[in-house]
């Protein structure tokens, strides 16, 4: 459900049925956006194992063509911080970002993630993706996506 104040004012209630032995989860969100900036920090419960926790998402965008967010959220026993930027129509209809992401829980997982996404026609985009995880065992993962678009 979504009750929108103003353009640009909303907020949000989402139920997520998730699998019987995951639980049930809810989020209760608040979005506020200006010409160059969104903010949208939230509240979650999962019901039955009686987790929640908080956090907040934001994206900035400075100049036309370059794109900043940051992520935080803490649970009952998780914390989590990403950041990184994006810059936009360098060549073409194109975007190039960087970011990075931490999560402390059970055990520290670290992603450093590159990507390139290029534009080819109006409703298809295509996306390189490189990954570098840090867990147990670090690992670097290479990707493509196809994104076809109506």
Known sequence: MRYQFSEKTAFTILYINNKPDSGNAGI????????NFNLRPYYSYVFGGNSKGFGVSADLSPLENIGLFFRFGKGDSKDFVSGGFELKNL??????????????????HAVAELYYSLEILKYFTVS???QYLSESKNALVCGVRLHFKR
Do not use: I, N, P, R
């Open 128 to 130: 390189f993706d490189l």
């Open 28 to 35: 209760v969100q608040l979005e506020m956006s200006g010409e």
């Open 91 to 108: 060549l073409f209809k194109d975007k190039l970002g960087l970011g990075y992401a931490y999560l402390k829980g059970e055990g520290t």
